[in-house]
């Protein structure tokens, strides 16, 4: 009986304990994220709207309408030059919508900008080839890329080199068709 009780002591003291422990799929996330640091990402999370949401999902029982959103992490790399003349822009993956490349669609709230919108898509269609199945948005942005990631389980740290190699690529890409662009605008002296 002394052995029942001190053994109910001991799991009342120390269970609160093991319970703080980081599960596996804590201390997976946790790697991923340390990766991404490692090459320059800063890790965000994030909402995307859900393209094809069911039917409960975009009304409640009551009548109340949701907005369905899809929880995700941003990997996000920050710019060294600045984008001004290639607009900003959202693709999510997915097939009901206004298709941006094969398997991807515009994301409604940013589709209504469209000027030179084929030269951002040629740079995306090279990136989009190589990324893992659980991406599915990818953003461009005035400063910064961002690529909306699943982290699903089967995830290693080895993506996170990828996604940030392609990236900084994509950076590149987009910063020397922005220069182009200036150049076309302004004349070549700018």
């Not at 053994?7 to 804590?26: E, I, M, N, Q, T």
């Not at 959103?69 to 990997?75: L, Q, S």
């Not at 190589?130 to 948005?137: T, Y």
């Amino acid at each position: 009986m002394t052995w029942i009780i001190i053994g109910l002591v001991f799991l009342v003291a120390f269970g609160p304990v093991f319970w703080l422990l980081p599960s596996k799929r804590d201390r997976r996330l946790s790697a991923l994220r340390l990766s991404a640091r490692t090459h320059g990402l800063v890790v965000e999370l994030r909402r995307l709207p859900k393209l094809n949401p069911e039917p409960e999902e975009r009304v409640s029982a009551g009548g109340k309408i949701r907005k369905p959103v899809i929880e995700c992490a941003a990997y996000l790399w920050h710019m060294t030059n600045q984008l001004r003349f290639l607009p900003e822009a959202r693709i999510l993956r997915g097939t009901h919508g206004t298709t941006a490349l094969p398997g991807w669609v515009f994301d409604p709230e940013c589709e209504s900008r469209v000027t030179h919108m084929d030269m951002l898509l040629g740079k995306l269609a090279n990136y989009t080839e190589g990324l893992p199945g659980d991406v599915i948005g990818i953003e461009v942005d005035a400063r910064q890329l961002a690529c909306y990631w699943l982290e699903s389980p089967g995830s290693g740290v080895e993506l996170v080199a990828g996604i940030a190699a392609g990236l900084q690529r994509l950076g590149e890409d987009l910063g020397a068709v922005d220069e182009q662009l200036k150049a076309d605008y302004l004349g070549p002296d700018s």
